[in-house]
């Protein structure tokens, strides 16, 4: 009955749920209620219990954190790995929680700093290379050394130095929801996906000027004799050549070209006069 009693007072909105820490019996008698149960209510107060190692760890990174990644996603992957140190978690072999779950968490941010990463590491590593001896050089000389003068010191020419420097520069990771100006998106104001064109997205009035375009194409070919309609018909959608036309019309080859070029000479004046007529 006491194990019982104290169990349910764990579960109940206390310390857990306001944020603050609650005692270590409290957080033993969820543990223990946990693992011989698995009540999503205690893992979700334990899981309570021990966000603040989340924000912790994210805290460490803040400083690191890339263009476009904001702390609350870092939280968000970190709780990821809070979730999957609570699973794995084995009080019996004497480690605290938090021992046990801060690799984790940290390894789950790192894992969400890397996807972000669109830079390879052989090249983040040649760029730490190159700031340590610019660095060494300006402590050196008293002033920003020259490109050449760190390309010597690297002991690479200059127009290696140069592609080193364009891999890691000129390039910035910006999230499409965010807001075309600095700063978050105001209420109606558009984010930066909705300011950038879409090269396969339709033109305004464009729909209506190719229904324009065939309704003219119709009536300009509407007006051809019938044997012009035949031959263009034979040649651009039967595909037949001019041969096998001259064979079907029992005409010569020369004189399908003839009727041809004349059948397009119409068609070119017919729907010259329509763009006049507009």
Do not use: C
């Amino acid at each position: 009955m006491r194990n019982a009693a104290s169990t349910q007072r764990a579960l109940r909105p206390g310390p857990a749920a306001s944020g603050r820490r609650p005692s270590p019996g409290v957080a033993e008698t969820l543990w223990e209620h946990y693992r011989t149960t698995g009540d999503p209510r205690a893992r979700a107060q334990l899981l309570d219990l021990y966000l603040g190692l989340v924000h912790h760890a994210a805290r460490d990174y803040a400083r690191s954190l890339p263009a476009g990644l904001e702390l609350d996603e870092l939280v968000s992957a970190g709780t990821v790995g809070l979730v999957q140190a609570l699973e794995g978690f084995d009080p019996e072999r004497g480690l605290a929680f938090s021992t046990y779950a801060m690799p984790r968490i940290r390894g789950a941010m790192l894992d969400e700093l890397r996807s972000r990463d669109w830079v390879p590491r052989s090249v983040r590593a040649r760029g730490r290379k190159v700031e340590q001896v610019r660095a060494a050089l300006q402590h050196r000389l008293g002033r920003a050394p020259a490109a050449a003068e760190i390309a010597e010191a690297l002991g690479v020419d200059l127009r290696t130095y140069w592609s080193w420097a364009q891999q890691l520069d000129g390039r910035t990771v910006l999230r499409l929801d965010q807001s075309g100006t600095a700063g978050s998106a105001a209420a109606g104001e558009l984010s930066l996906a909705e300011t950038i064109a879409d090269p396969g997205s339709a033109q305004p009035g464009e729909a209506l000027m190719h229904r324009e375009t065939l309704a003219g194409l119709r009536e300009a070919v509407a007006s051809l004799s019938t044997k012009d309609r035949l031959v263009l018909s034979l040649y651009y959608y039967e595909e037949l050549s001019l041969r096998e036309i001259g064979e079907v019309l029992h005409v010569t080859e020369s004189r399908v070209s003839q009727i041809r070029s004349a059948a397009l000479r119409r068609l070119r004046e017919r729907i010259a006069l329509q763009e006049e007529g507009k």
